[in-house]
């Protein structure tokens, strides 16, 4: 009987000491809600809420580096596109036939493309294509006859926006106009100053049978100074002048002089005024052609709807251009400025191939896409 009390007296003495701790505790939490019970007032909307700390900290116990970095920091700059530096040399002296590619400028529609446009004068107008030829230069200005006689030449050249959109060289012909003749014209003798006058004008003016009489002089390579020619009378008329400006010029000197234009000499229509670019990096640099002639494009219809403001801006910027027979001839450029640079006129440039060839200027054609393209096409 003892033994069997012994054996049992441990699990029940441990019974009894966990009854005893549960039902005091329990004692004691009922004695505490009552308590608080009493003590608390009623929950209304306006009761302040306490959350335990064990819940939701305080908002002091925050520290700022604990705070997300990405909401306090700004994201930083987007880095601006990179600049294109595009290098553009004129046909000769700056004029107001220029006048898209300076109002572009000034007016930022390049730097609105991303482009920065550097516009050069050439010491001498031969220079402008063969520096282009070379890389030397990004863009050259020319003349439709020019670009096909030198792309048959083999320079590797591609017109890419058309400014002027008829031609504005003309025979100028010492003395009063008059009433012409194949005879009286091809008793004159001729200068000229590119190959435009030598090689298209000159052969309409002078037939191969004047040519080849005993007493023909042959006409003189001018080197760009038909004015002191004409003052010095070593010739009687320029094959390839600039009918806007040589004519005023002279006759500020004393000579008078009338014009016959090329359409007269049976020569087709050709564009006055081209950018050219090099055909050998034509297809990788299209994408900054097109922006190039987009601010063209932009320049030239700004100019066509303020034509007072232009050509003030063009005259603030090259006080040189402000004389009497630029702004004469102002009105004139304006009517022959093309409104849509890109655009390209395939028929044009394929008739004037085949009167190279059908004259003996040329023994072959060359395809319109060697000559010109639309840049926005590329």
């Known amino acids: 009987m003892l033994r069997c009390l012994l054996r049992y007296w441990h699990p029940v003495l441990s ?10 505790s329990t004692s004691h939490a009922t004695e505490e809600r009552v308590e608080t019970t009493q003590d608390a007032a009623p929950l209304t909307l306006d009761s302040d809420v306490i959350v335990p700390n064990a819940l939701w900290r305080p908002v002091e116990s925050v520290s700022e580096d604990e705070a997300p970095t990405m909401g306090l920091t700004p994201a930083p700059p987007l880095e601006p596109p990179p600049v294109k530096r595009v290098t553009l040399m004129l046909d000769w002296y700056l004029s107001p036939q220029h006048a898209a590619l300076v109002v572009a400028q000034e007016r930022g529609l390049y730097a609105a493309q991303g482009l920065e446009v550097e516009i050069q004068s050439p010491a001498d107008p031969s220079i402008a294509i063969k520096l ?4 030397e230069v990004d863009l050259a200005l020319t003349r439709q ?4 006689l030198h792309a048959h030449n083999g320079a590797p050249i591609t017109r ?14 010492m003395g009063a106009e008059q009433p012409e003749t194949e005879n009286t014209l091809a008793g004159l003798h001729y200068g000229y100053t590119t190959g435009e006058g030598r090689d298209l004008s000159i052969p309409r003016l002078l037939p191969r049978s004047v040519q080849q009489t005993d ?25 390839d002048g600039f009918y806007h400006y040589l004519p005023q010029q002279l ?28 055909s050998d990096t034509l297809a990788r640099r299209a994408d900054t052609w097109s922006r190039f002639v987009l601010a063209l494009e932009q320049a030239s219809h700004w100019i066509i709807d303020n034509p007072d403001a232009a050509w003030e801006l063009l005259i603030s910027a090259h006080p040189v ?9 102002w009105e004139d450029i304006l009517r022959r400025m093309a409104l849509n640079p890109a655009a390209l006129d395939s028929r044009r440039y394929a008739a004037f191939e085949t009167y190279l060839e059908q004259t003996g200027v ?3 054609q060359l395809p319109v896409s060697r000559l010109a393209v639309d840049p926005h096409a590329l």
């Open 145 to 148: 006859p020019l670009l096909h």
């Open 132 to 135: 282009l030829t070379a890389g």
């Open 362 to 364: 040329t023994s072959a």
């Open 160 to 173: 890419i926006a058309t400014l002027i959109e008829t031609s504005l060289t003309a025979v100028i012909v």
């Open 251 to 278: 006759a500020t000197e004393g000579i008078n002089t009338h014009i016959i234009r090329f359409d007269e000499l049976d020569i087709p229509r050709n564009d006055g005024l081209v950018v050219l670019a090099n």
């Open 215 to 239: 007493d023909f002089t042959p006409p003189i390579n001018l080197h760009f100074d038909p004015i002191r020619a004409m003052r010095e009378g070593q010739i009687d008329a320029v094959a």
């Open 15 to 24: 019974s009894l000491l966990v009854t005893l701790l549960f039902l005091s």
């Open 321 to 329: 251009v402000d004389n009497d027979i630029n702004a004469a001839a």
